[in-house]
Every structure is written in C-alpha cells, then in structure tokens.
C-alpha cells in the first residue's frame, strides 16, 4: 500500500478512516450516538451513512493507540472474505504530524497479509492510502518515518510468517544479502567459513541441517562518526529441538524461531529507508535446528568463536549457543552498545504471558532506554533479574560453562520449575564483555496471541522492529552523544 | 537456640574460636594471638593463603596457647563491609564451630558493638536445627556448640544492640519451625493452637473454625478446606503497640495450606513432600508478629492466617464449582490445586471490613511460575502502590531478602475472565504468576481507585525453602518474609 499525503476534504466515493478524538466530526453525531461508540474505549464503527466511513477510536491518544486506532480502521475496510477498496483515505486533519504519522503507520502496518502462494489468493490489501493532513510540508518528515518502519515490520513479518521449508537459513540468508538494495552493506559467512573461524556454537547447531548455518552482518553507516549500535538477533528458521526433540503439539509454531533475526533485519531496513544518521549494525545467527546424523549431542562439549568451552546439556535450548558466536562477533565490530533479540525461552513466557517481553541487561541506562522505546511504541518489555545464583548454575564440572540446567534439576518441587530465561541471560551476559549490552527474550511476542487491529491471531507481530528503531531515534541520533 | 552473650575480649586459653578478619586485618592486626601463640597464627594463615577476601575461610588445628582451633573468617575490604556481610561472617563462624563443644567468636574486626550484635544474630540464624524427629542420631554427630561468647569491645553495649535482633531471631525460628513441621502434625487446628503461644508475648489471638467462617461467608477458603478431614482455622494475631490510639493497624495476610495434594486437580508424585511447606506464608505472618512483639515495636498490626488443607476426597471440591467468596464475588473453579489464592481472597476482605488497615501485605507459596519466572534469589513482588513497593524492596535488600517487581494490568486480569461467574481461579500457564496476583487483586476493594488500600503481594515459592545451605540460613526452612517485613515497619511504620 503506498502513502500520499494530500491537503482539503476526503474525496467523494473513497472510504475514510475517521479517527475520533473528543468531539465527535460532523455529520457523524447521530451514527455514533446509534451504536453508543466511545471513543475512548471502542476500536472502529463501521459506517455507509452519512458516507463510506469507518470511525476509530483513539484510545488514551498515546502513541500506541493511536497506532492501533490507525490499524482498526484499515482492517475495518479490508475483512478477511473481500477485497479491500483500491484507495482509501485517512482524515488526520487536526492531528500533529507525529500524531498523523502514528495513525498512518498503524494502518500501513496493518495493510499486511502473508505473501505465500496459494491457489485461492487472500483477498489483497488496498492499493494506496491518502493521508489527509492540515499542512503536507509539516506532517512529511514524520510520515516518511513511519512509511520507513511499517516496511520494516512488513519485512519481518514476511520473514516469520515464511515457514522452514520455504525460509531455509540459504533462502534467509538470500534476503537478507538483498538488502543491498537499500544502502545496506550486507556481508554473509557461510558454513565453511564459520568452521574455519571456529564459531562453535553456530556451527553445532545448524549442523544437521541440509543448509547453512550463516552469520550475516547487516550494516548503517549513517552520517554520524561514532560506534555503531549493535543488534544481535537469534534466526533459527526452524527448531525441532534437535536430539533433545520437541513435543509435536505445536511445533509448527516453530518457523517463527528467526523472530529475532527478522525484527533486526527490519529495524535495518527502516534505518536505511528513512536514511538515519546513526550507524547501526545487525549480526544475524542463522541455522536450522534440526535433526540427523550430523546433530550435536547432549554431553557435547563446544569450543565456541571466543575461545570459551560450553557443555551442552540440553539441543533445544540452542538459541543461546548461536547468540554466543554473534556476540562475540559483534564485538569485533566494537560496538557502542549490544542488544541481543530473540525467541529464546518458554520460561519468559510463564513468567510474562504474551503482553510484555523480558528484559535483561548489563547497563542500566541501556536497559531503561529499551524499556521506554517500548512504552512509546506499545512493545512492551519488563526488566527481568540475572542473580548470582543464575549464573552460578552454569557452572560445568568440565567446561567453562554450560547452557542451561537439565530439566528436573531445579530446586524442591521435584525439580519441575527452572528459570530458564534468567539462565539464558546470564549465559548470554558471559559473551557480551564489557560492551553494554541489552537483552530481549521475545517468546510469545514474535506472534499476536489474540487477534485485533495489528493482525489476526497467529499471524507475527514484527515486535521488536518499531522499538529498535525507536531507540535509535531517542539514544543514537545525537551527532554529540559521544 | 545458640546461648549468645557478649563478652569483653581477653584470649581463650582453650576450645576453638572463630576471629573476623578484613583485609586490611591481615597480617597486621594479629599481634595478641600471635603473642599467644608464639607467632602460629601469622604463620599458619599465612600458609594457607589467608589474605581476609570475602567469604574466605582457613582452619588452624591447634595453633597453641592452648587452643585447639583458629578458625579465620573473611570479611572482604572494610569500606565495603555492611550489616548483610557481619551476619553471613557470623553465620560462617557459626557454622565452622557447630561441632565444638566451647568456642567464642572474636567479632572485634567487624567493628564496634552494634557491628558484634549483627555477628551475632548471623551466627545465631544460621546455628538453627530442626532436630525434634531425630531420634537415633548419636551425640557425636549433633552439633555440640550450644553458647557462643562474642568478643567485642563493650559487650553491655552489645547486649542492648542484640535484644531486639534476638525478638526478630525468635519470630525466624517459630516461622521455620512451623514450616519444617511435617503435615501430619501441623493440621490447621494444631498451627492455629501453635500461635497461642504469641500470647506470652502480649500478642491478642482468635482462632475461628469452621462454623464462624461459613457465617462470614467465607465460601472460597471453605470450599478449599472441604475434602480434607482437618478442619480450617482463621487465626487472627494482633498486636498494639502504636502510641497513638485507633492508628490504622498494618495487615500482614498469609496463605496457610498444611498440605497441598493439589486435590482433585492433584499434583505429580514427584516432590509432593515439598507440599509441607505450602503454610510457609502464614508461617511468617506468625513469626512475624512474634518478632514485633518480641521486641515492643511502636506499631498496630494485625496478621491474618488462612489455615486449610487441601485434600481430594470425595467431598473435596470439583473443578468446575462455583464458589462465593466472602466479598460476594463468584469464582468458577478451574483447577483445585489454585487453592491458595481461594484462601487469600477470603482472608483479605475479611481483613479490609474488619480493621482498614494502612496497608497490606500478603504472603504466599503461591506459584510454580514464579520460580520459573525469578528462580529463588528473588520473591515477585506484585503491588498497586509504587511506594509501598519500594519500601519493601528496599527493605528485602536491606536484610538479604531480595524481591523483584512483577507487573499488573487489564490485559493479564482479562485471562481470569470467566464465562459462567466473576471470574475463574486460573488463567493458563502463560504468565501464571502474573494472573494469580490479578486474582488477589479482585479482592482489593475499589481497585483500581484512589480508595483502595495500598496493597502489595509476595510470591514466596521460590524462596521459602532451599536445598541448599547459606550464610545465614540452614537448608530447609527459610522464614524468608519475617525479617524484611519487620524491617519494613521499623523503617517506616512506627512511632
């Protein structure tokens, strides 16, 4: 769907999007007064009279609502069983251009649907969307913007809806060598390579598979002369848990085990789109965790890229493994600053449901600067400890460190209850150094666990790529920062 | 408990002894015992590598003068030496001499007499044993040390310091005796009889039964308490000692299952005997209020007990029932072994009707998910008031019992929506401790108002026991809750 920004009234015989904010806009008083719609608290009302409409709320009139409120609209004119109209228009008159540009990337965002083949093609998306706005000039800059992100959210959702016959961790890393297209500078280390560099973990863990593992590096050099941040993300196209296998209840779920490398992917393309000044950089651990005669054991004892020595006790928890090689990777690229993204535990989920995401880290200011491009963009986090304990669980009686504790050896309660997702930063914490560096555990954000103006339930969220994007904007955008 | 008592230094001349030493102790300030014994304990600490780090410890047999061991204890640096480190110090030196049958701790290098007070409440905590159902162990192998002089410089001054330490020391002990009883002995009626023993100490007890609850319309805790044999108590402990008259009283609320089979919905075999310590948060609220008790604190509290068992039977409760609770809201029983939160919802109405408290404070063994989310270094902590959160975070840092923030909000209260009553008593694995707090906050009355209580929610499941031994805190029972609560109200609740 492209965007255009026009000035004056909604032409005749295109449907609006009419957001609502105290006074209810002429002409409406007496539908909205019908259906008893508040805005406040309602998503969308659909209208044929007194025109092809469709009102939404805006909520608290926070950023986050109105994104949503900008989504509930175009969803209201596209239902799943027809095609959307070709053009629809957006009333943001009255709405400051950030304002608007929330609005207007809730309903890009929104105007997604999963691009695999299919013989019966989904109903498409409309084709345009013209933002209505009270002076173009002014509202432009942050429109731009957010055209920039919501392509970088369609990107990664792309990505994780592609499941893992389709999206090998070849084809993954093929996309992303695409990027070139836009400004990127996209360097690709194959399988041989990893081996020759001695990136352990990666290398155990996508063995098994017919293809990869890949560490592909996405660079920004933006305009300003300092460190770049670094994201370092988890893409495991598929995890079947390797010898250590899933249970078959839900394991499809697990093509979306590249969230992390996804989100990062698309926070690039977003820097790049909308040409920002800050240099930023993704490290992306690519692989498949499958299963075969090649797969790593239990027991295993891995030299990883930093010299370090890992015992492996448990296949499935492999995230951890390939973030430790791109860790150390990163840290090459002498970061100002590491966050770590990825699908990495089900304890984060006990723990936080599907609202928030974890949040760990080793610095402080960082940390609290995640928390609130979360709070500002509606992908929320919540801070996470890492204790002394966590760590000392990780001690091995024959390796630097293991990854994670076996299952039944918690304490008490028969040993049912480990905090895995705690165990897993601090295991990630080991590869880091000294660069200050954030952590988000993303299970159970990567998809919508309820359906709603975003997407319907299942389909990926993109979380994570409105927050980078964010963060850089607030933290790394300061051509004096240094 | 260890017969502590302060003494003004002079050296031994038999049996062990435990000496604190900092870093900067270390060779220097060792010249009395060197003097003693002919220049050994320089030397030997020094071949053992002594240099006074942190959590360091060396033992020298017979090192002369008499004696027949040195113990040496690190304290780390001395700028960075706090209260938490003279407690693990004296808990360290405590469990070093457990076996001696005479020893003193020289506590001189942790500073001066409030420093040896806090030694000695260290020593003392991690000296506790639960030795009631040891019955052919041979004297040999029980620990021998039963008094334990403390040096320090003015040990009058030391003794004062300690009086109130040892009132908190004793609420500890009640608290992990009553956790380490096992279920077949603390039924509710008998830990409600247990807390009569708080009387002594000026504590006001009522215990009601059955037939009182069910007039108070106690419907959820009941429900609970249907298919086991032992009837629940509600005890109420409360205790004033507020200057001021008609002070609005603190509430401390605590969950207090003797036993959780889980019930119908029961649990797995394996490491259902942890199922004992499933009262651990009414056992605090006991040993709590022995502890301001004990030491006269200048506050109104009052703790609040919901003692049940939970039993499958053919009377036991069903999932699927619907329970009304006393605040008149219905909860539709999904799973039975949800059972602590049908007690707490009870107990904490019943707890704003009656006294209006200032604030109030629940404890409870209440999820696996908790653990699942923080381990067992840290508590959750849920709260719908920042700053009462904060104090009690502070707190639990202040006494080496560490709490974690967890959050609220609609979208997790939303899981707890039930089709045929108010609510449902679960919410689905997915953020379960997290939906169990929203749960117990349906029962804060005009939530979400300015009106409501400040009200703040300890997860304790992970840190009620351990299986492992710490400075201050001997395997098993932990009594986590009763010194940082006490801490809370003496920071901020008295006078």
């Known amino acids: ?482 | 408990m260890l017969d502590i008592s302060f003494a003004r230094p002079s050296l031994p001349s038999s049996g062990a002894v435990a000496l604190l030493l900092a870093e900067e102790d270390v060779p220097g300030a060792l010249g009395p015992w060197d003097e003693a014994t002919g220049g050994a304990v320089t030397r030997g600490l020094e071949a053992a590598s002594f240099t006074g780090k942190k959590g360091q410890t060396a033992t020298l047999l017979a090192p002369g003068g008499g004696l027949a061991k040195l113990v040496a204890i690190g304290l780390g640096k001395r700028a960075a030496l706090d209260a938490k480190g003279r407690e693990a110090a004296g808990g360290a030196a405590a469990a070093a001499l457990a076996k001696e049958a005479k020893a003193v701790l020289d506590a001189r290098f942790a500073g001066g007499a409030e420093a040896a007070a806090e030694v000695a409440l260290g020593a003392a905590l991690r000296h506790w044993r639960f030795d009631k159902y040891r019955t052919t162990e041979k004297p040999e192998d029980k620990p021998k040390l039963k008094a334990l002089p403390v040096l320090t410089d003015d040990a009058a001054k030391a003794k004062a310091a300690f009086a109130p330490k040892k009132a908190v020391a004793d609420g500890v002990f009640l608290t992990r005796e009553l956790v380490s009883e096992p279920p077949n002995v603390l039924t509710p009626a008998e830990f409600a009889e247990r807390c009569r023993r708080l009387e002594a100490l000026g504590v006001a007890v009522e215990i009601l039964g059955p037939k009182e609850l069910k007039k108070l319309g106690f419907g959820a805790m009941l429900g609970v308490a249907q298919g086991s044999a032992n009837e629940p108590r509600l005890v109420v402990l409360r205790w004033e000692g507020a200057k001021k008259k008609d002070a609005k009283p603190v509430c401390f609320i605590g969950k207090g299952v003797t036993f959780d089979t889980g019930g119908i919905s029961i649990k797995p075999a394996g490491g259902m005997e942890d199922m004992k310590w499933d009262m651990a948060g009414a056992g605090t609220v006991a040993g709590l209020m022995a502890a301001l008790a004990g030491r006269k604190a200048k506050v109104d509290a009052v703790g609040l007990l919901g003692l049940v068992e939970n039993m499958p039977s053919g009377t036991a409760q069903r999932p699927g029932d619907v329970v009304k609770t006393a605040s008149g809201q219905t909860v539709e029983v999904i799973n039975t072994d949800a059972e602590g939160r049908l007690v707490l919802a009870d107990v904490m109405h019943y707890a704003q009707e009656k006294f209006s408290p200032r604030f109030m404070v629940d404890l409870a063994t209440l999820t696996g998910a908790i653990i699942i989310a923080l381990g067992h270094e840290h508590a959750g902590l849920f709260s719908n008031n920042d700053e009462l959160a904060q104090q009690i975070a502070a707190a639990g840092d202040a006494v080496g019992e560490a709490c974690w923030r967890m959050p609220l909000g609609e979208e997790y209260d939303k899981k707890i929506k039930s089709d045929i009553a108010d609510m449902k008593n679960v919410g689905g694995r997915d953020g379960g401790a997290i939906t169990a707090a929203q749960f117990l906050q349906r029962f804060v009355r005009d939530r979400g108002t300015d009106k409501a209580v400040p009200w703040a929610h300890l997860d304790i499941a992970g840190t009620a026991w351990t299986t492992k031994d710490h400075a201050t805190v001997p395997k098993g029972a932990t009594a986590f809750g009763v010194r940082l609560l006490d801490r809370l109200v003496a920071e901020h609740y008295e006078g």
């Open chain 1, 1 to 482: 769907m492209k965007l255009r920004l026009r000035a004056g009234e909604a032409p005749a015989g295109r449907p609006v999007i009419v957001p609502v904010r105290g006074a209810v806009p002429a002409g409406f008083a007496d539908a909205v007064a019908a259906a008893a719609f508040d805005a406040a608290k309602d998503e969308a009302l659909r209208l044929f009279l007194p025109r092809d409409a469709v009102l939404v709320g805006c909520g608290d009139g926070s950023g986050a609502a109105l994104l949503r409120a900008g989504a509930a609209g175009l969803r209201a004119l596209w239902p799943a069983d027809r095609a959307a109209p070709e053009r629809v228009v957006l009333d943001a008159r009255g709405f400051g251009p950030e304002e608007a540009a929330r609005l207007a990337e809730g309903a890009l965002i929104a105007a997604w649907a999963p691009s695999l083949p299919r013989a019966e093609p989904l109903p498409s998306p409309p084709k345009r969307l013209d933002v209505l706005c009270d002076d173009e000039d002014a509202a432009r800059p942050a429109m731009e913007a957010a055209e920039a992100v919501a392509e970088g959210v369609r990107f990664a959702r792309d990505l994780v809806v592609a499941p893992g016959n389709v999206l090998t961790p070849r084809a993954f890393a093929d996309r992303l060598a695409a990027l070139e297209e836009a400004d990127l500078d996209v360097q690709v280390i194959g399988p041989k390579r990893l081996a020759r560099m001695g990136a352990g973990g990666l290398c155990a863990v996508g063995g098994a598979a017919e293809s990869g593992p890949y560490l592909v590096t996405l660079l920004w050099r933006g305009t300003i002369a300092a460190d770049p941040v670094a994201f370092v993300a988890k893409g495991i196209t598929f995890d079947t848990g390797g010898l250590c296998v899933k249970p078959a209840k839900g394991m499809e779920e697990m093509r979306a085990d590249m969230a992390g490398a996804a989100a990062a992917a698309g926070a690039m393309l977003a820097l790049a789109r909308r040409r920002s000044p800050a240099p930023a950089a993704a490290v992306l651990a690519i692989a498949e965790n499958a299963l075969g005669a090649a797969s790593y054991r239990p027991g295993d004892v891995l030299r990883m890229l930093d010299g370090r020595s890992v015992e492996v006790v448990d296949t499935d928890a492999e995230g951890r493994l390939v973030l430790a090689d791109a860790l150390a990777h990163a840290r090459r690229l002498r970061p100002a600053a590491m966050v770590t993204l990825a699908t990495l535990t089900g304890s984060v989920v006990v723990a936080l449901g599907h609202h928030r995401a974890g949040l760990f880290g080793s610095d402080p200011p960082l940390m609290a600067a995640l928390a609130a491009a979360g709070e500002a963009t509606g992908e929320r986090l919540w801070p996470l400890p890492i204790g002394e304990r966590h760590r000392r669980d990780l001690d091995s009686d024959i390796a630097d460190l293991r990854h994670c504790l076996p299952a039944g050896k918690g304490e008490g309660w028969g040993g049912r209850f480990l905090p895995d997702a705690c165990h897993a930063a601090a295991f990630l914490r080991e590869f880091a150094g000294s660069v200050p560096w954030g952590h988000l555990d993303i299970a159970g954000v990567e998809s919508l666990a309820r359906g709603g103006p975003l997407g319907a339930k299942g389909m990926p969220s993109g979380f994570g790529v409105r927050l980078l994007d964010r963060l850089v904007a607030q933290h790394f955008e300061d051509p004096h920062r240094l």
